[in-house]
């Protein structure tokens, strides 16, 4: 552990002193290489997951829709379990997936969603943020939802995802190997990476705070890359220390 990096997570996070810094994280932030990383505070400011409520139980849920025929479900699910698995595991995170399959309170979010023969993602998040399986009055708990569908999205993108209401929403139909890459670039916004850092809109942040330009992550929203670059992994683990010291709950393994 370098001084600079070390003084970084202790006076950019806020935590006091060296030796609060939990070892794994401190590792997990030198994944990559440590040279890179100077100040972060814009790399931070992206990344706002600490203030929404679904993180508190690590749970993330996937569902599909009627839509989609009953012998390709469980392939569909795999694929993306793998994909969400894939970022989880890369970033150390310790949330736990469950297959949950066809629903019918799923189903009509999808057809209250449908405009004009079309999926709209947005409007199948604002019912999945104030569901009953989310209340813990009612016996639910936090947790994310992932739905899948047959469906074309109104975006006329693959797949869509808020970190706000914790909902990714991938529709039309795609190949196993489509559907994980996919899922990787959605769980990158699902876990509050708004934007591909190397995303010549935002490069010119990373780049003053001392960052190389890789085009090649699972945050470009191209879908064709498998692995995940150091500034959109840094803003991640970033946002979620934020939500470990705020929240008082651990994230990470």
């Not at 139980?57 to 012998?71: F, G, M």
């Not at 694929?79 to 189903?107: A, C």
């Not at 945050?219 to 008082?248: H, M, R, T, W």
């Amino acid at each position: 552990m370098n001084n600079k990096l070390k003084k970084w997570i202790d006076m950019e996070l806020g935590r006091v002193s060296g030796d609060k810094t939990d070892a794994k994280i401190r590792a997990s932030l030198t994944k990559h290489n440590p040279s890179e990383i100077s100040r972060r505070r814009k790399q931070i400011a992206y990344n706002h997951i600490g203030s929404f409520g679904w993180i508190n139980e690590k749970l993330i849920r996937i569902y599909t829709d009627s839509s989609i025929p009953a012998n390709q479900r469980d392939s569909y699910m795999s694929s993306v379990e793998s994909g969400i698995g894939y970022v989880l595991d890369e970033l150390e995170l310790d949330f736990k997936i469950e297959l949950i399959g066809v629903d019918n309170i799923v189903d009509n979010y999808i057809k209250d969603a449908m405009q004009e023969n079309l999926l709209n993602p947005s409007e199948v998040a604002k019912q999945a943020k104030f569901e009953v399986y989310r209340d813990s009055t009612k016996g639910g708990i936090p947790h994310a939802d992932v739905i899948l569908s047959n469906k074309n999205l109104n975006t006329y993108l693959w797949g869509w995802c808020t970190d706000l209401s914790g909902c990714m929403v991938i529709g039309y139909s795609h190949s196993p190997n489509t559907l994980r890459k996919i899922a990787k670039h959605e769980t990158t916004h699902l876990l509050g990476n708004r934007h591909h850092h190397g995303d010549s809109r935002f490069f010119e942040d990373a780049k003053e705070c001392g960052y190389e330009y890789v085009k090649e992550c699972v945050g470009n929203p191209s879908c064709k890359y498998e692995k995940i670059c150091p500034q959109c992994f840094d803003s991640i683990v970033a946002g979620f220390l934020n939500a470990e010291k705020s929240k008082g709950i651990k994230f990470f393994k």
